[in-house]
C-alpha cells in the first residue's frame, strides 16, 4: 500500500462547515484515476480546523466513496488523547492506515515525539505512517528520530519533506534515511517539486498535494519514475515549474484550492477561516498558467 501515488484531498468548507458532496466527489474522482491510495485529513486537508466529528465523518466518507483505493486518515492533534480518538474513529471507518504528524504549542523533545509513536502503535490495529511536515506542525524531525521511531512495531511508512533538487544529493538523503530505518519501511517522499527526483533517487512513494486535486499528471510523473523512465519524469516535472512557483510563493494550500474552485470541483471560498484563499490578480495567473499547461477542465 505504500508505493506510488498517495493523493491529498481537500476538505472543502462551505459556510463554515464541511461540504460533504464536494470532498464525496473529490474522492471518487480520485479513485476513478486510479491512484494508489488516498490520503484523507492531511494538511491539504486541513484536519487540524476540524472538529472531532467533523474529522470522524470525513474518515467514514473517504473510505465509503474510494472504492478498491487504499485510504489512509491523518490523526494529527496536540494531545495524545485525541490523537487516540481520531485514531479509534479512523479504524472505525475501516482506514487501512493512519497518518500521524507530531503537533506542537509547546516544542517537543525527540523523546516526546518517539512517547506519542509508541503510544499510538501501541493501540493501533493498522500500520501507521510518520509524517514530517515541519512547516505546518512546527516538529523537526531528524534522521535519527526517524530510526528510532521506525524501530515501533506498525511503522509502515515515512513520509519525508521534499529532498534536495540536485539528484546526487537527493540519492545521498534518501540513502542516509535507509540506513537507520528497518527495510520493510517505506519512503514516500512530499514537496511536489522535487518529487520526481526524489522518486528517481528511490522513495517509494509520493504523498502528493497536486494529485488530491489533478490526480493526471502527478501519475504521469510516479509512473513514469517507477517504471525506470527517469528522464521523462524530470521532464514531466519541469514542464510544471510554473505551477511549483506558484506553491512556493502561495503555498500548496491555497494554490490547489484555488485550482479546485475554479474547476468547480468545490464551492469558491472553501478554505476555512482565517485562511484566505488567492486574490483576483492571483486566480487569474494560475488560469492561465493552468491553460498554458493542459491542465484546466481535467475532470
Known amino acids: 500500500m505504500f508505493t506510488g501515488l498517495s493523493a491529498f484531498p481537500l476538505t472543502p468548507l462551505a459556510d463554515d462547515a464541511v461540504d460533504e458532496p464536494a470532498f464525496t466527489g473529490l474522492v471518487q474522482r480520485l479513485a476513478a484515476a ?21 474529522r470522524r465523518r470525513v474518515a467514514r466518507l473517504a ?32 482506514a ?14 525527540d ?6 509513536f509508541d503510544t499510538v502503535t501501541a493501540h493501533s490495529s493498522v500500520p501507521v505512517i510518520v509524517y514530517d511536515n515541519p512547516g ?58 522535487t518529487a520526481a527526483t526524489g522518486l528517481v533517487a ?3 512513494a509520493w504523498y502528493s498535494v497536486l494529485a488530491g486535486t489533478l490526480p493526471v499528471p502527478a501519475l504521469s510523473i510516479t509512473r513514469a519514475a517507477r517504471q525506470g523512465r527517469a528522464a521523462e519524469a524530470a521532464a514531466e516535472s519541469e514542464r510544471l515549474a510554473p ?3 506558484l506553491f ?15 474547476e468547480g470541483l468545490v464551492p469558491g471560498a472553501c478554505l476555512p477561516l482565517p485562511l484566505r484563499g488567492l486574490d483576483d490578480a492571483q486566480r487569474a495567473l494560475l488560469a492561465r498558467v493552468l491553460g498554458d499547461l493542459g491542465l484546466a477542465r481535467q475532470r
Open 34 to 54: 486510479r491512484v494508489d491510495s488516498i490520503t484523507a485529513l492531511g494538511s491539504t486537508g486541513s484536519y487540524a480546523y476540524l472538529s472531532t466529528e467533523e
Open 63 to 94: 473510505v465509503e466513496h474510494a472504492g478498491t483505493v487504499p485510504v489512509f486518515v491523518g490523526i494529527g492533534a496536540l494531545r495524545t488523547s485525541q490523537v487516540l480518538t481520531h485514531l479509534e474513529h479512523a479504524q472505525q471507518a475501516g
Open 96 to 109: 487501512s492506515a493512519v497518518l500521524l504528524a507530531p503537533m506542537s504549542y509547546q516544542p517537543l523533545t
Open 111 to 116: 523523546d516526546d515525539v518517539v512517547g506519542l
Open 136 to 193: 505546518t506542525t512546527h516538529v523537526t524531525l531528524s534522521t535519527e528520530l526517524y530510526g528510532r521511531i521506525a524501530e515501533l512495531p506498525r511503522i509502515a511508512s515515512i513520509k519525508i519533506p521534499g529532498v534536495p533538487a540536485d539528484p546526487r544529493a537527493a540519492r545521498a538523503r534518501v540513502r542516509a534515511i535507509r540506513e537507520v530505518v528497518p527495510e520493510h519501511v517505506r519512503i514516500g517522499v512530499s514537496g511536489d517539486a
Open 202 to 204: 528511490g522513495c517509494d
Open 243 to 245: 505551477l511549483w512557483r
Open 248 to 262: 512556493a510563493e502561495h503555498g500548496s494550500l491555497r494554490v490547489v484550492a484555488a485550482i479546485a474552485e475554479q
